[in-house]
Structure formats: C-alpha cells, structure tokens
T-cell receptor, first 112, second 113 residues
Framework: DQQVKQNSPSLSVQEGRISILNCDYT??????FLWYKKYPAEGPTFLIS?????DKNEDGRFTVFLNKSAKHLSLHIVPSQPGDSAVYFC???????????FGAGTRLTVKP | NAGVTQTPKFRVLKTGQSMTLLCAQD?????MYWYRQDPGMGLRLIHY???????AKGEVPDGYNVSRLKKQNFLLGLESAAPSQTSVYFC????????????FGPGTRLTVT
C-alpha cells in the first residue's frame, strides 16, 4: 500500500527551463513533506521541505507547492541545470514521531 | 566529519548465509534507521532506533534483526539470507525528535543468489 506516489518514473527537460516533479499521497494525516535528491552511488540528500500549514516554500531555485485538498505536492526547479540531473524522492510523515514514507522516485535529466 | 558511513559497500551472499551490515554516524544523532530500496518501490523502512539500546520495527522488518549497543552504531543482521533480500540498503540518522531531516549513508548493494 503505497501512501506516497510519484507516477512519473522519469522526466527530461532542457537546461534553463522549468522542471516540475509531482507527488500524490493518500494519507490525509500526513502533515510534513520533504524532497530528497539522489545521485548514483550516493545516499539521498535533503533538498527542501514543507509543513501542512503552508502551501508554498521557496529555497533559491527550488520551490515546493502543497495542495492539501488534492493531496498533491510538486517541486519546481527554475532554471534547471545539468547538475540537477538526479533521482528525486518525495517523502511524507504524520508527525515528528512517526515514520517517513517515500515515493518511488522520479529520474530527472536536464539536457544541456 | 564523515557523516553516515556504511560497511560494506557491496556484498554477494548465497541463500541461507548470514551477514551484518554496519552503519556508523559521527554527528551524535539520537535516531537511526535502516531502509531498503527496490526498483519501483522507493525507500521502505526496515527497523529504526530512537536512542542507544532501543530498536523498533518499521514497515518491512521480517527476516532482519538490528542492534544499537552504541549511540553511533546501528547494525542490521540477516540471519538466513533469501533472494528476496537482494536490494540496496540505506542507513540514515536524524538529530532527534525536533527535526524531520534524515541524513543518509551511501548505501550497501546486497545480492543474494
């Protein structure tokens, strides 16, 4: 039972354009969401997060949007750079003391 | 400051063999986790620990055991390996209950034949 779903296994964009990675969840109790980035042969690294009390969080080129009514969040990368090519995981948690659930990941390729 | 390290990086086991994966962190984090990553499945939690001497089951604990005898180390054991345990294993640590962010090791690729 995957509570966090990333329905696009891969995404390819041109350098300088916007990358939009999507994530859907089924558990309405989730109240904190994170995005992790993973390069080959490395562990995931934290990228950006958002609490359920917000609908947007920005950090440089990265912005996460949360739509609670649709149980959907998205990660926007503007402008995309070749170094952004990686697998991006969406994760969610009910509260600080609960397990985190991860999506299957989306492989982003940014072409020069 | 090495962060989270995992030993070994690769391992091939025959069905029925046992092994232990070691995770070490030098950040004085309270919480530690073991995940497995399989194609199309994302990261799934096997076991975790909220402090030295404590362990708890995650989403997929069957076939695994863990121990946290020292705060900086978290061991994952496979008593009798099965082909279904072929996976990439990630260890992670987290400062404590005040922070959601987890810090991951580089992973161990395990193949069971």
């Amino acid at each position: 039972d995957q509570q966090v779903k990333q329905n696009s296994p891969s995404l390819s964009v041109q350098e300088g354009r916007i990358s939009i990675l999507n994530c859907d969840y089924t558990n309405s109790m989730f109240d904190y969401f994170l995005w992790y980035k993973k390069y080959p042969a490395e562990g995931p690294t934290f990228l950006i997060s958002i609490s359920s009390i917000k609908d947007k969080n920005e950090d440089g080129r990265f912005t996460v949007f949360l739509n609670k009514s649709a149980k959907h969040l998205s990660l926007h990368i503007v402008p995309s750079q070749p170094g952004d090519s990686a697998v991006y995981f969406c994760a969610a948690s009910e509260d600080i003391n609960n397990d985190m659930r991860f999506g299957a990941g989306t492989r982003l390729t940014v072409k020069p | 400051n090495a962060g989270v390290t995992q030993t070994p990086k690769f391992r091939v086991l025959k069905t029925g063999q046992s092994m232990t994966l070691l995770c070490a962190q030098d950040m004085n984090h309270e919480y530690m986790y073991w995940y497995r990553q399989d194609p199309g499945m994302g990261l799934r939690l096997i076991h975790y620990s909220v402090g030295e001497g404590t362990t708890a089951k995650g989403e997929v604990p069957d076939g695994y055991n863990v121990s946290r005898l020292k705060k900086q180390n978290f061991l994952l054991g496979l008593e009798s390996a099965a082909p279904s345990q072929t996976s990439v294993y990630f260890c992670a640590s987290r400062p404590g209950s005040y922070s959601y962010e987890q810090y991951f090791g580089p992973g161990t690729r395990l193949t069971v034949t």
